[in-house]
């Protein structure tokens, strides 16, 4: 029995570690990254700058925390990219027919986002079919239809003033971009701790089968899940055709990967099962903070790329060591 | 006669073929254009490029892995290309050399990832793909000495890499050397077969002493060399390049691959059929341009043709491998967890 | 005693993971042309030992010799000693042919790594003609059908030299006529002088082919005869037991068994699996649906919970009829089902206790799609402290719970609801014996509570213990049931070979 009870503890203390780790890990690496940033140019402290950054981040962060749960139950999506476009076209044709009335516009655009998603949950969760492909179909499907129905001109935004203020106004000097990210943010927050459906998403990614056992809705789950992704990028659709004042077919292209290395950089792990939005979140800064401090030190935009990359692997692989040396 | 049976067993091809045909006719008779020779020459020229990384695309995909980084090698190698020649003015012969090295060091910097650091292949070469296209930019010559954007490529032996004989492209033969290579590869090599062993039955390969790391290494570089081959049939038609060539090239060449039944979850497919689902793509892209759908309606028949061939896969080879796992592991459910396992 | 004819002798041969020993000093002999059958229940340790031989596991003490030259080592040594294992989990590679699989890894070369595929056919064609066995070796595995896929296996093995050969469970994915047609290969192997261990449930396939039968329980060697030497009867008591004093039982069973049915099927039945079961469980009663390994007892509840749905068939629920066609369905209904295998089927390994023990009744816990936190702690804590698991938690993962605790964070799932009727199968596999006195009590606490408890059970001595009633199952269909004043082990055994009571 003492054995056992040893035992018992040790493992406590290495759960205990492990969570610490997966927690704050990420925050570690977030700090140190600032702290040297500051260190070398202090201006990157600067209440300016750091507002820069959260500008920067909040479209693909608002994406990124929007296809979060996809990754958790062991899926992805890959078509973000074009989702972005048609939210945008479309909501620049009903602004135009509708007279610039702003209210349709945006369902419209938002619609866009969730047919989409269920398109792509239909075939991902009664289907059955792997989502990498079923998702790059449709990334192809999507353009083809943004193409299609938008061609290859520039749409341009001619008002109302309200729909630009979501891409250019601003609230107390902060951009409102940052506003959208951070509200979309804390509602997948939410839905994730305080929700029955939160449950369930990481319920299905961590053990489909004892979900199903339980009585979980599994398959309402997979199909929700893509339909929220889809209202993500519909919503990224809404903030960059407000920001540039246009709408594009070709918008978008390899958004998805950006999307997919701030949810992959906050540690989720693309077999499901784990990960957070505040995670994405924070994956999402540390990229938009690389970025940033870079171009501050004058860092070549090559060498950023360079370096975004390396630093993913880095860090990837990093949290895997901290992780392996903890459960030992 | 065995060899044709034992063809038809092992391979998705068959089904693909006679869609292929079957498009191929249709497309002769609904629109004239499509049958001359001018179209046929051009989608061989425009398409074969495709074919070659699709080919090589099919060894990651059959070890069950994946490689994203392809457009971004194809950006760099043609980078390297244009510096050799036109930056520091060394021979063709240079150029091309240096070319190929560049594709098989990145492909084995994506294998040590995968294989050393143990990164899941998705994100080690979503994360190269970032990489290699800013190195791209990094040693852009034409960033360098802008002057050199409008010049062309003069170096006689990288300008005669693509050609015509008759009305066949180079590409194309080089194409269909690729793939006749490949196949002998894969049938009938020891190596060949090991990549197949590795992607379909992991352990088993473990335990029958393969060394499934090597055979990994292999996959990606040879991934990272055939992108480096087509490149240079690009370039050599082009005559330059910029930083963003190749750019979305992964997901043509995964989509190639799975429509020509190569299985995602590894140990199913082959490079006729990768190839053979570059020139669908490009055949029906072609066709339906030429029949007069608008230019972006190949795009949305892309997409759906490639979820008819996942869904072909998934309720025909795939059940059968599945249904063939199942049996296996059927038995293991009936007998539980004994105190070992636990 | 010499005996020229054993080839691989096991001594001693211990193991023990964390609480449970899963071996225990087990000796054994295989012989030249001799098949060997190695039988006992789930968790006996017949699985670990397979592991010790083929050297995925080392024991903790003992030794192994062949023709007395110890050996030891890892996977490969143990090949290269001539120890080759056709495992319940396929070594093939579907999209392969027949004959680079029989050779996979040790294809013969010419240069350039180029297959030297006439040598290969020779060599391949040659050992399926000294075996007799006739394959198309052209044909990819995933074509063939299972016994040939198992041949496969086997002249893999052979083709490793190997003088050893282990089958666990060959003839789980076969049919009847497959079977005859394994046994032909394996009295052929038998004829030149391969030893072969066969693990099998099917006691009547050990009857048709092996020569000696060992018997593992609890990890210790119950029996080791020759076949000739032993009746069915007496197999199937020491596979599962022995029975227990009468004193014992009377003084742990208190039945609370009331009049009225919780559960009941009439005419239930799977195609190939079960047909026409008839069962009722009453409440505050406890029934056992015992048998062997292999009489689809866990389809049977997996299809009552609407896993697997039957074809045909009812179910009642207090005597209502009701449709079953999900588990939420069954939850519903008041159901609960504690699967097998706890770690695949049942825990979130990532989740805390709290939400593990909620996880089947979060309606409870939710108000307009939120979760209630307090609702959620209290509840868990309630769990934790009835059951006594530890640690004491809410916020531990079950990763690190021992079996035992695993196993109550499961049964606390379904005590937080409006549980009503609760089905286990195999509840006390790989648990040791501390712990499952613990669950035996639980259940019968759970009975007093009127609840109606199925247990599915291999175990006599648990079925002995618990049960109020019992219900026997073999090859898809009850066989017998028997109430508390009738229970016997030897009525449970003439069932469970298949004898209809």
Redesign the interface.
Known sequence: MLTQDTSARAGTITIALQRFIRSYGLILILAVITFSFTIIQPAFLSLDNIIGILYQVSLVGTMAVCSTFVIITGGID?SVGPVLAMSGLYTVFTLTANGQLLIPALLIGLLTGVVCGLLNGL?VSI????P???T??????????A??TGGSTLHAVSGPDSFLFIGQGKIAGLPFPIFIFAIVALIMLFLQTRTRFGLNVFAVGENEEAARLCGLPVMQTRLLVYVISGIGAAIGGLMLTSQVNTAWSTYG??VE?DV??AI?LGGTS??GGSGSVHRTVIGALLIGEMNNGMSMLNV???????????I??LA??FN?KLLTWAEK | M?KF??LR??SANFGLIWFYLVVFIVFSLVAPIFRTTQNLTNILSAYSHIGIVAVGMTFPLLLGGID?SVGSIMGLVAMVVFDATLLFHLPGWVGILAGLLTGILAGLFNAF?IVR????P???T?????????????I?GRQINPDLTVVAIKDPLLLSIDGRFGQIPFAFVYLIVIVIVTMIFLR????G??M??VG??L???R????NVDRVKVLGYALSGFFTAIATLVLMSRMRSTQEGLG??LE?SA??AA?IGGVS?NG??GNTFGAALGAFLIGTLSTGLILIGV???????????I??IA??YD?FTVAR??RR??E???????????????? | MTDNNILLKARGLS?Q??A?Q?LDNVDMDLRLGQVHALVGS???????LV?ILTGA?APDSGKLLIEEHPISGN??AM?DAGIACIY??????????VL?NIM????P?RR????D?KTQRDIVTALLAKHDLQLDL???V??LP?VQ?KEVEIAKALSLNARIILMD?PT??LSHAEVEKLFRSIRRLREQGVAILYIS?MLDEIFTIADQVTVIRD?KVRLSVPIAEISKKMLIETMLGQELSAEVRVTQKQSHASTEVALECRGLSKTGLFENINLQVHSGEIVCLTGL??AKR?ELVRAIFGVEPADRGEIFVYGEPVKIKHPLDAIRLGMGFVP?????DGLFMSLSLGLNIIMAHLSSATRLGLLAQGTIRSVGNEQIADLGIVPARLDAVPRSLS?GNQQKVLLGRWLTGNTRIIILD?PT??IDVGTKANIYALLRKLAAANKAVLIVSSDIEEVLTVADRVVVMAQGRVTGNFDQTQISQELILRAASGEVM
């Open positions: 890959l075939a289907l059955r079919l792997p990498i492909i079923v790059l179909a449709t990334m192809s499907i999507f353009r083809g239809v193409l299609l292209s390899g990967l997919i290395a992959v693309l077999a070549s935009v090559e060498q950023q790329l360079i370096a975004k990359g390396l993913i692997i990837i692989a895997n | 065995l049976k034992s067993k092992t994203l990832l650091v143990k990164i899941q998705f994100i080690a979503l994360a190269t793909l970032t990489a290699y296209r800013g190195l791209t930019y990094a852009s009938l090599t020891r190596f077969i090991n197949y062993s379909g039955n352990l088993a390969s335990l029958a002493g393969i750019q979305g997901l995964i989509a799975v995602l140990g199913i608008t230019g972006y309606a190949p795009q949305v028949v892309i997409g759906v490639l979820i996942v869904s998934r059968r491998k063939w796992l049996l296996q592991h059927n038995d293991s459910a009936l007998i539980g967890s004994g105190a070992s396992r636990t | 193991k993971y964390g449970v899963a789930n968790g006996a340790g017949k699985s670990t592991k596991v996977t490969r090949l319940q989990d396929s070594q093939l590679v579907p999209a392969l042919s680079d996979l890894g040790r294809q070369t350039f790594g180029f297959l595929r052209d044909s990819p995933l074509a299972p896929q469970e789980a994915a449930h990890g390994v292999g866990s097998e295998d706890r770690r695949r079996g195999e596999v790989g």
